[in-house]
């Protein structure tokens, strides 16, 4: 990618509020910059919206909501389609302003605009098959009709590791079911989804359905969308910090939500494990985006008949990665997003090292510009190490030995979360044990990488509530209604 494309893209760029199907400046005339973690130079600059713009955009939504649930599933379908359709026509656009703002390499950009364009066609297919169902009674008195509407307005905040993705996850689902929406972007990277709001009114969604109110003021903004009774529902991707505050806030008005947060991802090697295989799927669970992932590998519990090897060539393969700016050729691992970031993942490779942890590869922020850390392999971690019970977020892979399965199951079970864990084992009988004893949402068996579109992804105990993707995706923006017919035949 030459410097040329990346000015005409951001120069094409819509960078304002965008409600009921236009472009707006925030009306404070206020905006916020837009930085490149891999340079720390500010790329361009967005409307900073208000508490005002978030109201507007939920009359919007709310205006839109009657039409948007009476059109037919299939032109609702057809709309994701199209919208399936032009972000793949855009994917080098997409990946390249994801490098810019988010950081990571544009191999993996693209990867993410694959699976973000997915979701808009997994659920146009979805949308078509809403249904219900007609039974008797079983006392024979009467006849049971129950029917499915879309749940109502929506609002979505999301997060900056996966632009693209984390909003086609909730929007397309919500375009299905026949719900409007209000996007609060995330501060760090709201391009991407700026650009996506664009191609989705280019692809014939109706004015109102989608809007998009960027900010610097994320509590301020969402607040009163919140306690706002016309608001339905409320679909959360972030911190379990700050989910459990929305959660608090959803309350007063008995607000649906769904809740994507935190994980502390077990990744369990036992001593059958195709080593080979492990490896792979250790460097794919914790480098991708450069280890900041709600699903990266947070703890490696390996078997201590392969702990010594296991360490030594994770640590070979972490050190040859080539770190860099994501557009440049070769680049493998990209910055972290922010200073603040990598500053909490040096603290907790220091806080393990002075517990006794050993540093086998890496532990070194890099000099700037950019906010680089090495991948880093750790060995001897002690139980009490924080990167053993918090979300790293970075390249750093800690490793403790096991010896038995049991001992690997309450190792991986020791956690308030439980969004997803990995195993490495050739039993198909462990498998079938861990998948019943394991406390998660998800479970990768050799391999690194399971996410889908087709499959529902969530957490179980703080990892959040509910799921996203698969059949049951499109049921969290459904409401599901009863109705009791009398006895045609009595
Ligand atoms: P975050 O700080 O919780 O922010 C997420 C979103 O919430 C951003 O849009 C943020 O706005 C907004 N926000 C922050 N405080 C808010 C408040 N008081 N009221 C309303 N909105 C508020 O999380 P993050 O650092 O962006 O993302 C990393 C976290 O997300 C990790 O814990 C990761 O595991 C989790 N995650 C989970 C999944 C999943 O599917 N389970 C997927 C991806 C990430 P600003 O941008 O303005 O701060």
């Known amino acids: 990618m ?3 494309s990346e000015v005409s893209l951001l120069d094409s760029l819509p960078t304002g509020v965008f409600i009921a199907g236009k472009w707006h400046d925030a009306p404070t005339g206020q905006r916020f910059d837009v930085e490149d973690p891999a340079t720390g130079k500010v790329l361009t600059t967005v409307a900073n919206g208000s508490p005002v713009d978030g109201l507007a955009a939920l009359d919007a939504a709310a205006a839109a909501q009657t039409a ?23 994917a080098e656009d997409f990946a390249l302003l994801m490098t810019m703002e988010m950081g990571k390499s544009l191999t993996e950009a693209r990867g993410e605009v694959a699976y973000g364009a997915e979701f ?16 008797p009674s079983p ?15 929506c609002l979505f905040i999301t997060p900056w590791n996966f632009p693209l993705a984390m909003a086609t996850r909730k929007v397309a689902p919500a375009i299905a079911a026949g719900c409007t929406m209000v996007i609060k972007p995330p501060a760090l990277t709201p391009l991407t989804t700026l650009l996506f709001a664009q191609v989705m009114h280019e692809a014939g969604l109706p004015a109102g359905v989608l809007n998009v109110v960027p900010t610097s003021s994320a509590g301020a903004v969402t607040g009163p969308l919140i306690a706002d009774p016309r608001l339905r529902k409320l679909s959360f991707t972030g911190s379990t910090e700050v989910g459990v505050r929305l959660l608090q806030a959803a309350a007063g008005t008995v607000l649906r939500t769904s809740m994507e947060l935190g994980g502390n991802a077990p990744f369990l090697v036992f001593a059958d494990a195709d080593l080979d295989a492990a490896i792979e799927g250790a460097i794919a669970a914790k480098l991708r985006n450069g280890g900041q992932a709600c699903t990266s590998a947070n703890r490696f519990y390996v078997h201590h008949s392969l702990a ?3 360490a030594k060539r994770l640590a070979s393969r972490m050190s040859e990665m080539t770190l860099g700016r994501g557009t440049e050729a070769g680049v493998q691992i990209g910055p972290l997003i922010d200073e603040h970031s990598r500053q909490k993942v040096a603290d907790l490779v220091d806080d393990a090292v002075s517990k006794g942890a050993r540093v086998f590869t890496g532990g070194r922020m890099l000099p700037g510009p950019g906010y680089f850390y090495e991948p880093t392999v750790l060995t001897d971690v002690p139980a009490e190490a924080r990167a053993l019970s918090e979300e790293i977020f970075g390249p750093v892979a800690p490793i403790v030995p096991f010896h038995d399965e ?6 991986a079970n020791a956690t308030p979360y439980g969004l997803i864990s990995y195993v490495f084992t050739r039993d198909i009988n462990r498998v079938l044990r861990l998948s019943e004893q394991l406390e998660t949402g998800m479970l990768g068996v050799n391999s690194g990488i399971i996410s889908n579109p087709a499959a529902p992804f969530g957490g179980v105990k703080q990892s959040g509530l509910g799921r996203e993707g698969g059949a049951e995706g499109i049921e969290e923006f459904l409401e599901t209604v009863y109705i009791g017919l009398s006895n045609p035949f009595a």
């Open 2 to 4: 030459n410097a040329a």
């Open 68 to 90: 948007w649930a009476g059109t037919p599933a299939r032109t609702r379908a057809e709309i994701l389609r199209a919208g399936f359709e032009a972000v793949t026509a855009r």
């Open 120 to 135: 808009l066609r997994w659920f146009s297919e979805e949308a078509a098959h809403i249904s219900g169902r007609y039974s």
């Open 139 to 153: 006392d024979g008195n009467s006849r049971l009709l129950v029917t499915k509407r879309p749940v109502g307005p």
């Open 308 to 310: 010594d090897v296991f």
């Open 406 to 411: 049991q001992e690997a199951i309450n190792r």
